[in-house]
C-alpha cells in the first residue's frame, strides 16, 4: 500500500521553513566590523550601580562606564594616577583634598562638580542605609561625609588614618555619578539599572541575563573610545562561547577554563590572553571541632599540599604558587622573603603522628565547579592528604549554604580571597580580621564561628590599619603572615588565573584584574 | 460537556498549580540561602544580615509564606532580588523568546513527527517503517545537551554555517529548534504509527475499501481523524516536554527565554522569579492539559457520552 500523503505535508513543511529562515544570513558578519565590539562572557551582572552589587562580572564592565576621582594604572607597577581628579593632597593622615578636572561631562551632558562627588558619597546613595551603604560598608565604611570647599575642590576624610585612602579613591565603589540623573530617576533600583557616570562608554540597555550593551560617549573628556559600540552577551556555554569567538561571532571570549586553551591556541585565527589576579584561591578549615582543633593537623594538611603540582597539571604553569597569603602587586606590602608553608610530606607525617592521629574522617565540601577546576583540584588534595596519611573525604554539595553550614560535618571547604584594593588590608585583614565572616558566630547557623584567631593577629592588624610608616605597616604584614601559617587555619592554594579567547585583529591586553579594559590605549585592531 | 465536569476539571487545574507553587516554595528557601547564593561568601556579615531582614528572608518559613499569598491576592508577586524589578515584569520579558522557540519546534514536530508516523504505518513491516523507527528512537534517544554541542561543533565551528548562541535572526532558531524538534518528533512518530496501525486493522477500514472508497480518502478521512485521538493525548505532555527540553536548550545556546531565567534563578535563589516563573511554566501545562481533556471529548463521542452517563445527564 503507498501514499503521496507526505508530499503535501512536505510541501507546508518547505513552506514554512523558507518563510522562517528564509532571510539574509549570516549574523557573525557584525565581527568584520570593528566598530561593534563584541564580548561573550559567562554571566553579566543585572544591575550596573555599583554600590548595588559586589561582583567580579560586574567590575569586569564598570570601569568603562563609571570613573573615580584617581585611577589605577595597570601597566606602570599599578601606580596611582589621576582621573576625575586633576590632582590631591593628602592634608593629614586620613583627609585627601582632590581638585576636580574641569569640564567632565557626564553621559547626560551635565558638567561634573564636587557637588557630584558629594552626594556619590552622601546621605542618598552611599550612607542610605537601604541602599549604597549595605554593601559598599565594607569597603567605604569608615569615611566621612566628604566636604565641598568649591565648585571643583572637595575633601574626603576617614574616620581613622587611612593608609589606603588614595586606592580606595582609584578602586571599586568609588565610581562618581550624576547627582541630578540620580534624583530624576524613578527609584534606586530603576537607577541601578540606568547608571549615568563619566566613562568613555555609556550604558544604553541591560537585558538582564541577555546582554549590556555601551555606546561610546562623544563628550568623554579623554581619548574617545576606540569602538562605537561593546554589546556584552551572556553564553554560559563554554562551547558556544568558544565556538563564538572562533567563528568571529564575539572578538573575545571570556572565562576559559584550562583545559581549553590549547584547543583555541591551536586554531588559526585565535589565541589566548590572561594570567594571574589577585586573588587566591584557598581551603578554609573550621578549627571548632576535635580533630581540627589540633592546629599540627592543621599544618599537616597544608604541608601535604604540592601547589606547584596543581599549578602545572592543572593550569599549564599559568597559575602561580603564592607565598603564603599575599599577592605579588601589594607593591611594598609584598614580603618577598616569607614563602609561606611550602611542600613537606616527610614533616606533614611527623606532625601526624605527633598530634596522634588516629584516621578520624575528615570532611571536605567541594561544590561542582563553583571555582574553576574545582572538583579536579579537590580530587588531588584528596590523594595528597591520603598519600600523608589524613583521611580526607570529599562530599560534593550544591551551593553556598551546604558548603557552609555550621554543623558536625564542616570540615575542610573551598574559598578564594581576592586582594582588595592589592594590599594585604584588602586580603588579611578584611578576611581573616575580626570583621571577617568567618569569624561571626551565628552566620551560617549553629553557635560557633569557623575559626579562633589568636588575638595578636588583630593586634598587628590594628597596627597595619592605623601607622602610616611603611616599614611599621610591612612588619605588621610579616607578623600576620606568620601567625596564619602558624595557626594554619586556611590553606594557600594558588593564584587565580582569568583567561580569554581573542581574536587575532584585536589587540588587547588583560589587566591582573577582573577588569576588561575596553578604552583607548589598551584596544586597537590589526 | 457537562458545567459539573468543567467546575470538576478547573477546581483539580487550580489544585495543582496550588501544590507545585508551595512546594516550590518551601523546597527553595529551605535549601540555599539568596543572600549568600547571590553575593557568595564574600559578602560583610552585616550587609548579610540587612539584606535577609530587608528580602524577609529573617522570617519563619509559614510566616514568608503567608506573606507571599497575601501579596498575590494584592497582584503582588514579589520582586528580583538580582535587579529590583517586578518579578513577573522579569519573566514575561522573556516570554515572547520562549514562545517562539516553542511554536517553531511545535510546527516543525508536527509537520516531521505525525507524516513519519503516518508514512510508517502505511509501510508496516518494511525496510521503510524500520528505517523510520529506527531513526526515531534514535532521535529519542539522545539527550538536548549532547545533541546541541554536537550541532555547535558541526554547523558553527567545522562549517560555519550557523550562529553558535544567540536568537537575533531567523538563523538562530535553527539549531535550537533542530535539538529539541529531533526527541519530540520522534515521539510523534512512534505514537502516530502505533495509532495509525490499530486503526488501520479496524473493521470500518476494511468495510469502506470494500465499499469501493480509494485508499487515499481511506487514509484521509477514515484511518487518520481516528487515529488523532491518541495523538491529541500526548499533545498536553509535549507541552511539558518542551518546556523542560526547551530548559536545556536555552542555556546550550544561550536563548534568551523563560528556560534560562529559570536556570539562574535557582542557581541564585532569586525566588520571587522562581515562583513566577513556575506558575507560568505550571499553569501552561495544566491548561494544555484542561484543553486537552476538553478536546478528548469533543473529537470522541464516546468520550463525551461517558462523561454525560457519569454525571448522571446521560441517556
Not at chain 1, 593564584?495 to 578604552?519: A, C, H, Q
Request: net charge positive; aromatic share 12%; hydrophobic share 45%.
Amino acid at each position: 500500500m503507498k501514499t503521496k500523503l507526505i508530499t503535501p505535508m512536505a510541501l507546508i513543511g518547505m513552506f514554512f521553513f523558507t518563510l522562517l529562515f528564509g532571510t539574509v544570513l549570516p549574523t557573525n558578519a557584525d565581527a568584520d566590523s570593528h566598530r561593534d565590539f563584541k564580548v561573550a562572557v559567562q554571566k553579566l551582572p543585572a544591575v550596573l550601580e555599583p554600590m548595588r552589587v559586589n561582583s567580579n562580572v560586574h567590575m569586569r564592565i564598570l570601569f568603562n562606564v563609571g570613573e573615580s576621582l584617581l585611577k589605577i594604572d595597570y601597566k606602570n607597577g599599578f601606580k596611582i594616577i589621576p582621573s576625575l581628579a586633576r590632582s590631591w593632597k593628602r592634608l593629614d593622615d586620613r583627609t585627601i583634598e582632590f581638585k576636580l578636572r574641569k569640564g567632565v561631562k557626564f553621559h547626560n551632558g551635565e558638567e561634573m562638580t564636587a557637588e557630584d562627588v558629594a552626594f556619590s558619597f552622601g546621605e542618598e546613595r552611599f550612607f542610605h542605609k537601604k541602599r549604597g551603604w549595605i554593601l559598599a560598608q565594607m569597603y567605604l565604611g569608615h569615611l566621612n561625609k566628604p566636604e565641598v570647599i568649591n565648585r571643583y575642590t572637595v575633601r574626603i576624610s576617614a574616620k581613622r588614618t587611612d593608609f589606603l585612602l588614595e586606592k580606595r579613591m582609584a578602586s571599586y565603589m568609588s565610581e562618581i555619578i550624576s547627582k541630578k540623573a540620580f534624583l530624576a530617576a524613578k527609584d534606586w533600583e530603576t537607577w541601578s539599572r540606568n547608571i549615568v557616570c563619566t566613562g568613555p562608554y555609556k550604558l544604553v540597555e541591560i537585558k538582564t541575563g541577555d546582554y549590556i550593551k555601551l555606546e561610546a560617549f562623544t563628550g568623554y573628556w579623554g581619548k574617545r573610545a576606540p569602538v562605537d559600540s561593546i554589546l556584552f552577551k551572556s553564553i554560559p556555554e563554554v562551547a558556544a562561547r568558544i565556538a563564538g569567538l572562533k567563528t568571529g561571532e564575539y572578538h573575545i571570549a571570556t572565562d576559559i577554563p584550562p583545559d581549553q586553551l590549547k584547543n583555541i591556541d591551536s586554531y588559526r585565527g585565535t589565541s589566548t590572553v590572561g594570567g594571574p589576579i589577585p586573588n587566591i584561591r584557598a581551603v578554609q578549615i573550621d578549627t571548632t571541632n576535635k580533630v581540627l582543633g589540633n592546629k599540627e593537623i592543621r599544618q599537616a594538611l597544608a604541608m601535604a599540599v604540592d601547589r606547584q603540582l596543581i599549578v602545572d597539571s592543572l593550569y599549564y604553569g599559568r597559575a602561580t604558587v603564592p607565598n603564603g597569603f599575599q599577592v605579588k602587586m601589594s607593591g611594598n606590602m609584598w614580603i618577598e622573603d616569607f614563602k609561606g608553608l611550602s611542600y613537606n610530606p616527610k614533616k606533614a607525617k611527623a606532625l601526624i603522628r605527633k598530634a596522634g592521629y588516629k584516621g578520624e574522617l575528615i570532611h571536605y565540601r567541594v561544590q561542582p565547579n563553583y571555582y574553576t577546576l574545582e572538583v579536579a583540584t579537590a580530587e588531588i588534595l584528596v590523594e595528597m592528604w591520603k598519600a600523608v596519611g589524613l583521611n580526607v573525604k570529599m562530599e560534593i554539595v550544591d551551593n553556598w549554604s551546604q558548603v557552609l553550614k555550621n554543623d558536625e560535618s564542616r570540615h575542610l571547604v573551598n574559598m578564594s580571597h581576592t586582594a582588595f584594593y592589592m594590599d594585604p588590608e584588602g586580603l588579611l585583614w578584611r578576611r581573616m580580621g575580626p570583621k571577617s565572616p568567618f569569624r561571626f558566630p551565628n552566620i551560617y547557623g549553629g553557635k560557633e564561628p569557623f575559626c579562633y584567631v589568636p588575638a595578636a593577629f588583630d593586634e598587628w592588624g590594628q597596627q597595619m590599619l592605623t601607622t602610616t610608616s611603611k616599614q611599621k605597616r610591612r612588619q605588621a604584614v610579616r607578623e600576620m603572615l606568620k601567625i596564619v601559617d602558624s595557626e594554619a587555619f586556611q590553606i594557600s592554594l594558588h593564584t587565580m588565573p582569568i583567561f580569554y579567547g581573542i581574536r587575532d585583529e584585536v589587540n588587547w591586553t588583560p589587566y591582573p584584574s577582573e577588569f576588561m579594559d575596553l578604552m583607548a590605549g589598551n584596544l586597537s585592531f590589526k | 460537556m457537562t458545567g459539573r465536569f468543567v467546575i470538576q476539571k478547573l477546581f483539580r487545574a487550580l489544585l495543582t498549580i496550588w501544590i507545585i507553587v508551595t512546594f516550590v516554595f518551601i523546597v527553595m528557601r529551605m535549601s540555599g540561602d539568596s543572600v549568600l547564593m547571590i553575593f557568595g561568601p564574600d559578602v560583610d556579615p552585616n550587609a548579610m544580615e540587612t539584606l535577609r531582614k530587608e528580602w524577609g528572608l529573617d522570617k519563619p518559613i509559614w510566616q514568608q509564606y503567608l506573606y507571599y499569598i497575601g501579596n498575590i491576592f494584592q497582584g503582588d508577586l514579589g520582586k528580583s532580588y538580582l535587579d529590583g524589578r517586578a518579578a513577573f515584569d522579569v519573566v514575561m520579558e522573556r516570554l515572547p523568546k520562549t514562545l517562539s522557540l516553542m511554536g517553531v519546534t511545535a510546527i516543525f514536530t508536527f509537520l516531521i513527527g505525525i507524516p513519519a508516523g503516518i508514512f510508517s504505518a502505511l509501510h508496516h513491516n518494511t525496510r521503510t517503517d524500520r528505517a523510520t523507527m529506527t531513526l526515531a528512537v534514535m532521535g529519542l534517544s539522545i539527550p538536548n545537551f549532547f545533541l546541541g554541542v554536537l550541532l555547535i561543533l558541526l554547523f558553527s565551528v567545522t562549517w560555519q554555517l550557523l550562529p553558535s548562541a544567540g536568537s537575533e535572526s531567523a538563523l538562530h532558531f535553527i539549531m535550537p529548534v533542530i535539538t529539541m524538534a529531533t526527541a519530540e518528533a520522534s515521539v510523534f512518530a512512534r505514537f502516530t504509527r502505533s495509532a495509525m496501525l490499530e486503526v488501520l486493522n479496524q473493521p470500518y477500514i476494511r468495510t469502506a475499501l470494500a465499499k469501493g472508497v480509494p485508499w487515499k480518502t481511506v487514509v484521509r478521512e477514515h484511518a487518520f481523524p481516528n487515529a488523532a485521538i491518541p495523538t491529541v493525548t500526548i499533545a498536553g505532555f509535549f507541552v511539558g516536554s518542551l518546556v523542560v527540553g526547551g530548559v536545556v536548550t536555552e542555556n546550550v545556546f544561550a536563548w534568551p527565554g523563560v528556560g534560562r531565567l529559570l536556570v539562574s534563578a535557582v542557581a541564585n535563589r532569586d525566588l520571587a522569579v522562581v515562583q513566577m516563573a513556575v506558575f507560568l511554566i505550571a499553569f501552561s501545562m495544566v491548561a494544555a492539559n484542561l484543553v486537552v481533556d476538553f478536546t478528548y471529548g469533543w473529537l470522541d463521542p464516546r468520550v463525551r457520552d461517558l462523561r454525560a452517563e457519569n454525571s448522571g445527564e446521560g441517556t
